[in-house]
């Protein structure tokens, strides 16, 4: 069984850096195609930030260029560095695969103050 353990979140002013980590038991490979997603209040939950086949990172537009994924194989544990957060970017993260395949963890708020 998958377990995803994201953490990391906390509050920060605009501007500010985090560096979320998600630890993934049970399943080495899905590592490959891990990502992370973000769910504010009251809307969706949405994929900010993926590995896709072929070790490519793909990141949603309104992302790019401040956040970087990435992972660690013999951690099996999967990042996201969060740089120049803007007050939108306040949400609940939590990982897994680019295709939602797994049960979802606890998530790890992150809230960005003006």
């Known amino acids: 069984q998958v377990q995803l353990v994201e953490s990391g979140g906390g509050l920060v002013q605009a501007g500010g850096s985090l560096r979320l980590s998600c630890a993934v038991s049970?399943?080495?490979?899905?590592?490959?195609?891990m990502g992370w997603y973000r769910q504010a209040p009251g809307k969706q939950r949405m994929l900010v930030a993926g590995?896709?086949?072929?070790?490519?990172?793909n990141y949603a537009d309104s992302v790019k260029g401040r956040f970087t994924i990435s992972r660690d194989n013999a951690k099996n544990t999967v990042y996201l560095q969060m740089n120049s957060l803007k007050p939108e970017d306040t949400a609940t993260y939590y990982c897994?695969?680019?295709?939602?395949?797994?049960?979802w963890g606890q998530g790890t708020q992150v809230t960005v103050s003006s």
């Open positions: 897994n695969t680019i295709s939602g395949l797994y049960s």
């Open positions: 049970g399943s080495i490979a899905s590592i490959n195609y």
């Open positions: 590995f896709t086949s072929g070790g490519y990172t």
